[in-house]
């Protein structure tokens, strides 16, 4: 009885476990040491192809689309991550503030119909050019005033400068490398 | 001064310098294009694919592990990111049926300079797409037959069928009399 092609095949995959039986058979058996020689040959062919040359380098555009992904190191990545919170939470804390500032505008808008926005407009629009007229100048309106601790406001801005600076040095570690 | 070890170029790569990774794809760009032209048989969409290859690479270049040697990762890779590209483009669906490439006219008839290395790559395309895939990773790659399978997601059974398939069909073609 002969070896069969899957038994062959594993053999010189070096994928069957009895190996010795294999050699022990083939030894001994003229037809199934032809057919493993003859597929012998057949990887020789196969691992013996040359490599092909490249047409032209691939590694210039591979570093050039490299570059323009400007790939950020995990520590800076972290850093501006940092930034991108601190920079929400001021918004955060800076929220009530503007609102603050605005509502009153806000809340004429809101109050006012189309029409009498309409007549408020022109209205102003006198007043304003009567004011012109005199060369007065339109009085600003007071912006009211929230009070933050001094060392809240201190605290803020040191640790926003610091991770500021933190983020920015690394970056330009790296950039003049 | 010696050059950089792949190592060092690795881990400069990884803290951002692109020219350290440039200096990779120097040294294994023909490895690279070598594995997409034995899977793809097309000159330049092989050179595409290994440059895809390389900037898949890079993208995971975190989770490549620096005792092991970068040569088979980045041609693994380069194998997977072909296979990819023949499903994305269901190449391999329209090659399911055995091509029969014009390989009645032996070398000698065509062009007796034609060498036989490129009669055996003209063998190698007319071979169906997923068997080729096997041929690579087992002559080419060295991976063992449960690499294989892991590999392409198939049973172990199915990877010696496509390998021993392929062969049988190789040496019919190569060594079938005039």
Known sequence: MHLTDDQLNEYLDNEINDRAQVEAHVSSCVDCAARLTALQALFDEIESLPELALSKSIAAPVTRTLSGRVSLPRSLRLTVTLQVVAAIVALLFAAPLVQQFISPYLLKIQSLSFADMFLKVQSQWGIWLNMLSQLQVPTVPEIPVVELSSLFVALTVVGVSLLWLIGNGLLLRNQMK | ?178
């Open chain 2, 1 to 178: 001064m010696s050059a950089p070890s792949d190592r060092d170029l690795i881990q400069r790569a990884r803290r951002g310098e692109a020219e350290a990774f440039g200096e990779l794809v120097t040294r294994y760009q023909t490895n690279v294009f070598n594995v997409c032209y034995r899977i793809l048989h097309e000159r330049l969409e092989a050179e595409d694919m290994a440059q895809e290859a390389f900037l898949r690479a890079h993208e995971r270049l975190n989770t490549f592990d620096d005792e092991r040697p970068f040569g088979p990762w980045i041609r693994r890779l380069a194998a997977n990111v072909c296979l990819n590209h023949l499903s994305s483009q269901k190449i391999a669906a329209e090659l399911d049926e055995e091509r029969h490439a014009d390989t009645s006219q032996r070398p000698d008839a065509v062009q007796e300079a034609r060498e036989r290395s490129e009669y055996i790559r003209a063998v190698l395309a007319s071979l169906p797409a997923h068997y080729r895939v096997v041929i690579e990773l087992r002559h080419y790659q060295e991976m063992s037959y449960d690499e294989i399978a892991a590999e392409l997601n198939i049973p172990l059974s199915d990877v010696k069928s496509h390998l021993f398939r392929a062969r049988k069909l190789l040496a019919e073609k190569l060594y079938a009399p005039d």
